[in-house]
């Protein structure tokens, strides 16, 4: 069954520079555990491979059921120099949000 991650989740953006940070958080914890299979970094880099260049890191937060993603090079260059529309990558985590998910079969 195919869903869109905005289904289960919801996501923050944050910036340092040419850094974008990216959490994933579930709307109910029981989903922590799904994301975090389902949710990799091959995915987010192959849904955002026009826009993010560098290397993504992956933190799991368990205690608070979440998930980070650092982006390096994935904002044209930072707030300061960057002439992209939104330079602060804040639409990037609703661009997230739209990934296609394929759950397992329930059997």
């Given at each position: 069954?195919?869903?869109?991650?905005?289904?289960?989740?919801?996501?923050?953006?944050?910036?340092?520079?040419?850094?974008?940070?990216?959490?994933?958080?579930?709307?109910?914890?029981?989903?922590?555990?799904?994301?975090?299979?389902?949710?990799?970094?091959?995915k987010?880099?192959?849904?955002?491979?026009?826009?993010?260049?560098?290397?993504?890191?992956?933190y799991?937060?368990?205690?608070i059921?979440?998930?980070q993603?650092?982006?390096?090079?994935?904002?044209?260059?930072?707030?300061?120099?960057?002439?992209?529309?939104?330079?602060?990558?804040k639409?990037?985590?609703?661009?997230?949000?739209?990934?296609?998910?394929?759950?397992?079969?329930?059997?």
């Amino acid at each position: 069954m195919g869903i869109k991650l905005y289904e289960i989740a919801h996501s923050r953006a944050g910036d340092k520079g040419n850094t974008l940070i990216l959490s994933l958080i579930p709307y109910e914890e029981k989903d922590y555990e799904l994301l975090r299979n389902l949710i990799t970094v091959d995915k987010v880099k192959e849904h955002f491979k026009e826009i993010i260049h560098g290397e993504i890191v992956r933190y799991e937060l368990p205690n608070i059921s979440a998930l980070q993603f650092v982006c390096l090079q994935a904002l044209a260059g930072g707030v300061t120099t960057s002439l992209v529309m939104d330079t602060h990558g804040k639409t990037l985590s609703y661009a997230l949000l739209e990934m296609n998910l394929e759950l397992p079969e329930i059997t």
